[in-house]
């Protein structure tokens, strides 16, 4: 009996100790010149929005305590090279480091759409060579410009939905909130998508085990 109420307690010890472990995720933000990339990122750290932003790639670190948890953001804000319209610029150094990304496009400007557009399919095909499942969370920025408007909503979600991509439409310039949403899903799906492939691990891992139990050859 004693025994059992020790393992008990060293197993729920364990949980927590697996609860308050902390959780780090590399962000990447993606997007053509001027959609808010910036603007969005420091709305995240500061609350604020500043109104003008140094052209400078910046990768940030930002603690954060979310249900509890201990959760360490570092958030590459990258610079959108002039050559945009080549969906290549996208180094797989980026690519590898990035857990997940957020692609900013403002519904002002055809222009940065496309841009997304070609990036998510870039990013799509890159990923199934390099065996990544980093997710996807594609903004369509400054809502608050309704009268300026040239990409609607559902081409956004449109856009999200064949690529498999979260989607948002936010104003950095007038809430914090609708940020904060953005990086808070993106940090759901990139919990899920850790916890699917350590699934995956432990599956191989039976097939592996099972085989040698029954002494069969796999071929990798
Ligand atoms: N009205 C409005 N303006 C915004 C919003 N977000 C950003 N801006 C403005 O858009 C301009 C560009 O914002 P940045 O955050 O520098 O854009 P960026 O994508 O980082 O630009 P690069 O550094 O050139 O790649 C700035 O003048 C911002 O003040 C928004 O939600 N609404």
């Not at 009268?147 to 948002?168: I, K, M, N, W, Y």
């Amino acid at each position: 009996m004693v025994v059992q109420v020790e393992s008990r307690i060293r197993y729920s010890n364990k949980r927590m100790e697996a609860n308050q472990t902390k959780v780090e995720a590399n962000i990447l933000l993606l997007g053509a010149e001027n959609v808010g990339k910036s603007a969005l990122t420091v709305r995240f750290l500061t609350r604020r929005f500043i109104g003008e932003y140094g052209s400078i790639d910046t990768i940030y670190s930002h603690h954060d305590k979310i249900d509890g948890r201990d959760i360490c953001f570092n958030i590459w804000d990258s610079l959108c090279p002039q050559n945009a319209e080549e969906p290549g610029h996208i180094s797989q150094r980026q690519l590898q480091w990035a857990d997940g990304l957020i692609l900013v496009y403002s519904i002002c400007d055809r222009a940065s759409f496309n841009v997304v557009r070609q990036q998510v399919q870039y990013i799509r095909q890159a990923q199934q060579k390099l065996s990544s499942s980093a997710p996807l969370i594609i903004v369509g920025n400054k809502r608050d410009l309704q009268h300026q408007r040239v990409v609607s909503s559902e081409e956004g979600r449109l856009l999200a939905l064949s690529a498999d991509c979260g989607f948002f439409e936010i104003s950095a310039a007038e809430a914090y909130h609708g940020v904060l949403m953005v990086f808070h899903e993106l940090l759901d799906l990139i919990r899920e998508a850790r916890t699917i492939k350590k699934g995956t691990a432990g599956f191989r891992g039976i097939v592996r085990s099972m085989s040698a139990v029954f002494g069969r050859k796999r071929t990798e």
